[in-house]
């Protein structure tokens, strides 16, 4: 049987990762993209090279109603979803004492609201999908480590701690279908190398320091884990967020 998929903030990084991760004969992905159509494009032809279905869905999901048309669009295309990946989102370094009102509500439209959204309109898919239902949302160890020489994301922290909270909220939700939601929270992880990085070079070697493993983690490492909350074999885990970042929260 099929599993048809939904990924945001799939044309590079952790949801591209997740995507190859997840490409699969029996598997029918559908890749977003806000701005980079050529990325997910890839993405794309990777999953069918799999076996797999795929489809570029597009959109700007700080947008309300973005999400709602994404679930929409992915169910029509495949007559089924059976699976959330809440991927999308940036980082904003500004301090607190440089946040506005126009910033703060920027990171938590295109990721807590956007997760709400998702999670809302993707429900009765959901629940008709039973226990093979996964909703999962990707946080960031923003939200968890504040302290030793960590970069700080004030707004990025809450909009991430926003997403694990509804997560538990949609867990006990789902429960009563066997369906489930959870969240990865990943580390320090290595950017694409045409990627946007926040921090320089040397500031990322000086925080690897911080790693008890002692280095950044693989977005393959961050998928890995994704893809086995999306798998059969954890229909006994919902209302969790992982870490994946190498015992950076330790």
């Known amino acids: 049987m099929t599993r048809a998929i939904l990924i ?16 699969a004969p029996d598997a029918a992905i559908a890749l977003h993209a806000r701005k980079n159509r050529a990325g997910a494009d890839k993405v794309a032809q990777v999953v069918r090279d799999a076996g797999g279905k795929a489809l570029v869905v597009e959109g700007d ?18 007559g089924r979803l059976d699976v959330v990946v809440s991927n999308a989102g940036f980082a904003d370094r500004r301090p607190v004492d440089q946040l506005d009102r126009a910033a703060w509500d920027d990171s938590l439209s295109a990721m807590t609201s956007a997760f709400f959204e998702l999670a809302h309109a993707a429900k009765p898919w959901l629940v008709k999908a039973g226990a093979a239902g996964r909703l999962v ?3 960031s160890f923003v939200a968890h480590a504040y302290a030793r020489g960590l970069p700080m994301f004030p707004a990025s922290a809450a909009a991430k701690a926003g997403i694990e909270a509804f997560a538990r909220a949609m ?4 429960a009563p279908w066997g369906a489930t939601a959870n969240c990865v929270a990943p580390g320090l992880i290595e950017k694409d190398a045409d990627a946007h990085a926040a921090l320089s070079r040397d500031r990322m070697v000086e925080m690897s320091k911080l790693v008890p493993i002692g280095r950044y983690g693989k977005t393959a490492e961050v998928a890995a884990v994704i893809a086995f909350l ?11 967020t992982i870490h994946v970042n190498g015992g950076l929260t330790l």
Do not use: H, M, N, W
């Open 8 to 23: 945001t903030g799939a044309s590079s990084g952790i949801g591209a990762a997740t995507a190859r991760a997840l490409a």
């Open 171 to 174: 867990a006990v939700d789902l």
């Open 137 to 139: 949302g990707v946080s």
């Open 61 to 78: 999901l700080a947008k309300p109603g973005t999400a709602r048309r994404l679930i929409e669009e992915t169910a029509a295309a495949f």
């Open 230 to 240: 999306c798998s059969p074999g954890a229909g006994y885990v919902t209302g969790q």
